[in-house]
Nanobody, 113 residues
Framework: QVQLVESGGGLVQPGGSLRLSCAASASMYVMGWYRQAPGKQRELVATATSGGSTVYGDSVKGRFTVSRDNAKNTVDLQMNNLEPADTAVYYC??????????WGQGTQVTVSA
């Protein structure tokens, strides 16, 4: 069983920045972030493969940056120019090339004045 431990959520004002981090207990092929706001479905934020390929959700392109440290089995999400619409629980996700998707416990991000 792969364990994912997240950190870095919190409260920030609109226009501010936050950085989320996630550490996996094993080496994973794809690591990334999803989010879920109240009353909405979970949606893709950003993912990155161990080879450096990235995918971003449309609503965060140009504002968020995902990065991997393969040696440490970590994935970070740098979030800039945050908007109230970014308020959600952010979940770290990871999987091997084949197999199930693992999830972290989630970390709350609240963007509010």
């Amino acid at each position: 069983q792969v364990q994912l431990v997240e950190s870095g959520g919190g409260l920030v004002q609109p226009g501010g920045s936050l950085r989320l981090s996630c550490a996996a207990s094993a080496s994973m092929y794809v690591m990334g972030w999803y989010r879920q706001a109240p009353g909405k479905q979970r949606e893709l934020v950003a993912t990155a493969t161990s080879g450096g390929s990235t995918v971003y959700g449309d609503s965060v392109k140009g504002r968020f940056t995902v990065s991997r440290d393969n040696a440490k089995n970590t994935v970070d999400l740098q979030m800039n120019n945050l908007e109230p619409a970014d308020t959600a629980v952010y979940y770290c996700s990871a999987r091997l090339a084949f197999g199930p998707l693992y999830w972290g416990q989630g970390t709350q991000v609240t963007v509010s004045a």
